[in-house]
């Protein structure tokens, strides 16, 4: 990170936490670069950065003054933040991060991404910087993604792989291909909530398959197959959003017998595939992409803002799902896939990824350790990804909880929202991020709640 950057990062976190108040004068530009160090030229670019986002003001004559609309934004988002309890207003926060204890956040703070720098040069030839690009997605990229997928014992050409604007892109193009209005389709309960919007959306019939700490229920996902005749069962086999958890090979192998049974296909969302040894089973090693659609993704390690993803599939239904592509977004960004090919391609990525590990896992590690001093409890193995699911007392209501934080200016995501339907079995939970969660703060909150 470079040295303007993080200043401003220092003063932003300052303002938004009071310890630096609406109206307050800043130091002058001299006094400033000799506290942090910096060249004059440095802290004027922090100055002008502040001004232009509009959290500074400069009075000609007097210096710089924090902003009063720094305020009156923290104070509004506060409200928001404490309504954040369905799928759109809890993506809506995530989307405009406003506190610093996030908890409840779906991505990494920036510090772990940008503990390495990448290198953002990129050379196009001039035939190809005006033009749309494949539809299908950069091919050197998509054969490097078919080669990480022979490495996680999936069987798949270039051709058989479509780049898309993240996993949520995809889910989008299945969703086209498969469902019509009415239609039913099964999904993990409790899961991946942006998805539940969006099957609403579509107005999509959710089946929830109770989660369990070896995965999906299996006899509980019979029951309902037998009840209703869905199309798709979207899950998460490894690395589960919320709970953290992993499905047993055994589990994986009673889903795909389920889906030849019943007749449905699984959509596998590999969202953390890149953290995880790739010899770990995967539905799709098992079936070969015959019923399976397997959907990855960089946004979990790289950045939130970096929209690229794929879906593999047989070699008919990739074509037809390139189809839907071309007519709804024409083609995805060529420049962003030629860039993660070079970063794939000269190592960088790989050396990301051995740096981000351990900080995931230690930070884990950690959180499990804490809630366990603090008498909690984490019902589901979590393994290299950023979330762990944590069941609150059952005389508390985990959005009230979620409220209640918000107060203090903690970000939470009430477990409520991970499930497509409210039942009175359910126990209060949060889905938390290990990046937080050894935040003093959330920490101190957790023992009031005790």
């Not at 993604?145 to 993240?166: F, H, K, M, P």
């Not at 992409?289 to 993803?309: C, E, M, N, Q, W």
């Not at 000269?346 to 603090?374: D, I, T």
Request: charged content about 20%; hydrophobic content about 40%.
């Amino acid at each position: 990170m470079s040295k303007v950057n993080s200043i401003v990062e220092h003063m932003l976190l300052a303002i938004q936490n009071g310890n630096l108040k609406s109206g307050q004068k800043l130091m002058s530009i001299r006094v400033a670069r000799e506290y942090f160090n910096v060249s004059k030229n440095t802290m004027i670019d922090v100055y002008d950065r502040l001004v232009s986002l509009g959290h500074i003001t400069a009075r000609p004559g007097s210096g710089y003054y924090v902003s009063t609309l720094s305020k009156k934004q923290n104070k509004s988002s506060s409200t928001h933040i404490a309504e954040a309890v369905d799928a759109i207003s809890l993506l809506r926060e995530q989307l405009n991060q406003t506190y610093r204890v996030r908890v409840g956040d779906g991505r990494p703070p920036s510090s772990w991404m940008s503990q390495f720098d990448f290198d953002m040069r990129l050379k196009i030839p001039n035939d190809n910087k005006y033009g749309y690009g494949n539809p299908m997605g950069f091919e050197p990229l998509r054969e490097a993604i078919a080669q990480n997928l022979i490495e996680r014992s999936i069987q798949a050409s270039a051709d058989q792989v479509l780049l898309t604007y993240g996993a949520n892109h995809a889910m989008d193009l299945i969703i086209k291909q498969f469902l019509s209005p009415g239609d039913t389709v099964f999904v993990d309960s409790p899961g991946y909530y942006p998805l539940f919007a969006k099957l609403k959306l579509y107005k999509i019939k959710m089946i929830g398959v109770r989660r369990g700490d070896t995965g999906p229920d299996t006899e509980d996902l019979e029951d309902k197959a037998r009840l209703h005749r869905a199309k798709l069962f979207f899950t998460q086999t490894l690395g589960h959003n919320p709970t953290g958890g992993c499905a047993s090979l055994a589990a994986q192998y009673q889903v795909l017998k389920l889906a030849e049974k019943y007749d449905f296909r699984v959509v596998e969302n590999d969202a953390f595939a890149d953290l995880l040894p790739p010899g770990m089973p995967r539905m799709a090693g098992l079936d070969q992409l015959d019923r399976i659609l397997y959907i990855g993704t960089y946004s979990k390690t790289l950045s939130a803002s970096f929209r690229v993803g794929y879906i593999a599939g047989k070699h008919a239904l990739i074509d037809s799902l390139c189809n839907i592509k071309m007519l709804t977004v024409v083609t995805s960004s060529d420049y962003l896939e030629r860039w993660l090919y070079s970063l794939i391609a000269n190592g960088q990525y790989l050396k990301h990824l051995r740096r981000l590990r351990p900080v995931v896992e230690q930070a884990g590690a950690q959180a499990l350790n804490n809630f366990s001093e603090l008498g909690f409890h984490v019902p589901y193995q979590s393994e290299g990804t950023y979330y762990m699911w944590l069941e609150l007392p059952a005389r508390l209501d985990d959005i009230q909880v979620a409220r209640k934080a918000a107060e203090e200016g903690i970000f939470l995501a009430p477990g409520t929202v991970f499930y497509p339907e409210k039942k009175l079995s359910q126990k209060p939970a949060l889905r938390i991020n290990v990046a937080y969660a050894n935040d003093q703060d959330f920490l101190a909150f957790l023992r009031k709640l005790r």
